[in-house]
């Protein structure tokens, strides 16, 4: 049998395909253009006030491009990475402003060459060896005094995070849990200062929601958000922003 590994886990153009799908036409694309995106803007905002536009800016595991394509709206650079040449043909149908290649994050070799580095869905299920050797690689490639933007998309006691444990108890295959303290930690124990961050996917996050839900559920989230305490275990999830010492 094939050891399937998170390196190896988005090849083939059967998978790029299918999740480009699901951020074209499922709820996950739905609750990324009227919650993800607003805040993650909001949070670039917070920490750049001066703006991007002079920012080189790396998107690591970049996929279909999905933050690559926003990011790159505002900065002079962007560039993405990723190891599956499939996921890197959507984006540069999603990203057209930047330049993407094919490179295993571990075996980058680029050093204090960006003022900004983003990662998003991409440390959850990897593993462990894999998690450290790309935070060292995203370190030495950040400037000093740059920020790197990251996330956490399924903590154990949110929705979606119950569900996965749930299913991992009836000895189903699921995909992974973090808590955010133990996502802090980790960020952290690299010598990386938490400056900003924002928490929400309250509602389920599910490809099968309906169409008619979409929307309430958004305006949900987004209240939910609102009136609950930043870093709230029911999110599934956290946002970060980390500055590198100066
Ligand atoms: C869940 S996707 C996330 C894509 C995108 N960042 C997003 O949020 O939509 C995870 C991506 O990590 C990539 N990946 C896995 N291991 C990698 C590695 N060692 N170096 C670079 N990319 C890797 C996969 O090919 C996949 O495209």
Request: hydrophobic share 40%.
């Amino acid at each position: 049998m094939t050891d399937i590994t998170y390196r190896t886990s988005h090849l083939g153009s059967e998978k790029a395909s299918s999740y480009n799908d699901d951020y074209d036409n499922s709820f996950l694309g739905y609750f990324w253009n009227q919650v993800e995106k607003p805040l993650l803007l909001d949070l670039l905002a917070e920490v750049f006030p001066t703006g991007l536009s002079n920012a080189r800016h790396l998107d690591v595991a970049c996929g279909t491009g999905r933050v690559l394509g926003a990011i790159s709206e505002l900065t002079s650079e962007s560039h993405g990475v990723d190891i599956s040449p499939d996921m890197l043909h959507f984006a540069e149908l999603n990203a057209p402003k930047a330049q993407v290649r094919v490179a295993d994050i571990t075996d980058f070799r680029e050093v204090e060459a960006y003022d900004l580095v983003s990662a998003f869905r991409f440390f959850l299920n990897a593993e462990q060896p894999l998690r450290d050797a790309a935070l060292e690689s995203i370190v030495a490639a950040m400037k000093p005094g740059a920020v790197f933007v990251t996330n956490i998309h399924a903590s154990p006691a949110s929705v979606i995070g119950m569900f996965r444990r749930v299913s991992k108890a009836m000895g189903r295959v699921a995909d992974n849990t973090m808590r955010h303290e133990d996502f802090a930690d980790f960020l952290t124990s690299a010598g990386l200062e938490i400056v900003a961050s924002r928490t929400y996917g309250f509602v389920p996050l599910s490809t099968k929601i309906s169409p008619s839900l979409m929307s309430p559920l958004c305006s949900l989230d987004n209240k939910l958000t609102s009136v609950l305490p930043s870093r709230s275990k029911f999110a599934s999830d956290w946002l970060v922003a980390v500055r590198k010492p100066t």
